[in-house]
């Protein structure tokens, strides 16, 4: 218990400072109303963590890679506040597409992460 | 590089945060939904919700902060690659209604809870100025 908070704790870290730093390096460079950033971590984080589990390593890798750090890496929240955000300027178009790039997306990215994983 | 610091520091509490709700709340109410993930999902909508409606725009803190607390503890809390990971697992045991249902109240569930934060936030950040 101890032990495997301290792993959460750990990649907890890294996940949230390479998000943080995804964000700074893309926003700049895409001005568009469009939530690039989330979307490439979320969706990139999907992966990987289907990849993750699909290898089957240990528990230990898992809480320290899967729960911590891709675990932080990606997220939920800023994705709902961004969804709000397009719903009150009634930006329908990118609405949908965000939520049907991030919902199918992340469900098949996650499942070809597992597939692979497999191998 | 000092906000980087002080949002990883921030992404550490709240993945603790989330591991130890994962923990708490077993998949229970409906065979193999996975409630620990959704519920702070959900909770996580809703105070960031509130929090940049209310918090970030009374501008009483200092903007790393700000950036700590909302993208480092808020947003490490919630987690959408496992939310993706878990459907699959859904599809895959066969568990099609369970998998229907965590995607649906997710997209909707979330939304609603993010909105209604939003508006809290937003509410209670009048009140405060008018005050």
Redesign the interface.
Known sequence: MIL??VL??????????S???V?QWMNPRFSSAFPVATLAV?LS??F???LL?GSGIGEMWL?LL???F????????????E??EL??EKKWKLLIGY?AA??IG??F???IG?TIGLL | MGIYLLVGAAGMAGALLRYYVSIMIEPGWMSGFPLGTFSANMIGSFVLGWFTTCIVALKKMPPPVLKAIGTGLIGSFTTFSTFSVETVELLQQGLWEAAFLYVFLSLAGGMLMAGLGYHVGHLIYRKGKSA
């Open positions: 495997n908070s959460v704790l750990i990649g907890g870290f890294f996940g949230a400072v998000r943080f730093g964000s979320n984080g999907a990987l963590l289907g589990v809480r899967g729960t911590g891709m675990g932080a890496f990606t997220t939920f929240s800023t994705f709902k506040l969804n709000i719903l009150a939520l991030s919902y992340g469900v990215l996650a499942f597992m």
